[in-house]
């Protein structure tokens, strides 16, 4: 990974500086170097130096047109979060990737501790980001920053799911730490169900499933949002591990109905393909019941 390796080659002015411009894109799509200068609590010509190197180095984007001014790229803030969770001593080195999801970077890290563990880096909205550097000379809309901001909400919301889950001490990978779009949590064995052919036991994993999910929602009272073939994995000993949490919501939520509903139609959908016949209904009213909320107005 980039960042982890451009990680060992800065010096702390350098992340300063990057830190600074975070700072300034709370406010501005592209930061200009008074205000960068300001944050840093460096003077012009430091500033201006640094924000070369770190530049040429790969971590900043610099506008094209009118007055100089920088934005931190997906790397950039990798380096911020890695350095955070480094000095933390949530991760030591970073290894192999250990999966690409839709909208995440997951890889094999070792703790301070020789401890494996997983480190999810969220991308959400970057595809689109690309897409307008590609297009135009400088960027001007807010989808800017808002790949910045939506991937580290999505991590936060991960690391709440997680450890709201956690507790029930089920099979869901046990959330460790989280700084902007990066969460560090257990490391898990197993492979996505959507990746076998054939399933042992279709109908006990299908039973497993449920008894869990059903689970999250009367204890944890969390509804995961997003289970599909893809975020349920099996491990060597043939037993489910439920993941990827950043879309749950919490039982009362006004669309709880529809996102139990979701889910559990996904589930269903997926193991009549294996064989396994159920009635999504009942198992629907089974789940909604639990919440007291719902057993008056089925
Ligand atoms: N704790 C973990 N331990 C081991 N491997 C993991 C762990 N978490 C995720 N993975 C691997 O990384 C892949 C992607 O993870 P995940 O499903 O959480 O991300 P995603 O699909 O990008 O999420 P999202 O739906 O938020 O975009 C998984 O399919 C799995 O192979
Ligand atoms: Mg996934």
């Known amino acids: 990974m980039k960042a982890a390796k451009i990680l060992h080659e800065l010096e702390k002015e350098d992340i300063r ?98 401890i494996q563990v997983a480190l999810k880096l969220h991308r959400l909205g970057q595809t689109s980001f690309r897409n307008i550097r590609k297009f135009r000379s400088y960027v001007e809309d807010r989808t800017h920053t808002s790949w910045l901001y939506i991937s580290r909400l999505s991590a936060k919301r991960e690391y709440e799911g997680l450890n709201r889950v956690y507790k029930l001490h089920l099979r869901t990978p046990k959330p460790i730490a989280q700084n902007r779009h990066a969460l560090v949590m257990s490391i898990i064995q197993g492979e996505e169900i959507s990746k076998f052919d054939e399933l042992n036991n279709p109908a006990q994993h299908f039973n497993e499933i449920i008894r869990e999910y059903k689970l999250f929602f009367s204890e944890a009272h969390v509804i995961h949002g997003d289970l599909c073939e893809f975020n349920i994995l099996l491990n060597p000993d043939d037993q489910i591990l439920i993941i990827d949490w950043p879309q749950w919501e919490d039982w009362n939520h006004p669309n709880a109905k529809e996102l139990v509903t979701r889910d559990i139609t996904n589930l269903c959908a997926f193991f009549k393909k294996k064989g396994v016949e159920s009635n999504p209904d009942e198992i629907i009213q089974d789940i909604l019941v639990l919440n007291p909320k719902f057993r008056t107005n089925l």
């Open 17 to 114: 500086i990057l830190a600074a411009v975070e700072l300034g894109m709370k406010k501005h799509e592209m930061v200009p170097i008074k205000h960068i200068s300001f944050f840093a609590r460096f003077d012009l010509e430091e500033t201006e130096y640094r924000l070369d190197r770190v530049h040429k180095i790969g971590l900043l984007q610099r506008n094209k047109v009118g007055s100089v001014a920088y934005c931190l790229n997906s790397e950039g803030y990798d380096v911020l979060a890695l350095h955070t969770l480094f000095s933390k001593g949530h991760i030591e080195s970073i290894g192999p990737s250990l999966g690409k999801g839709k909208e995440s970077d997951v890889y094999r890290c070792l703790t301070k501790d020789n």
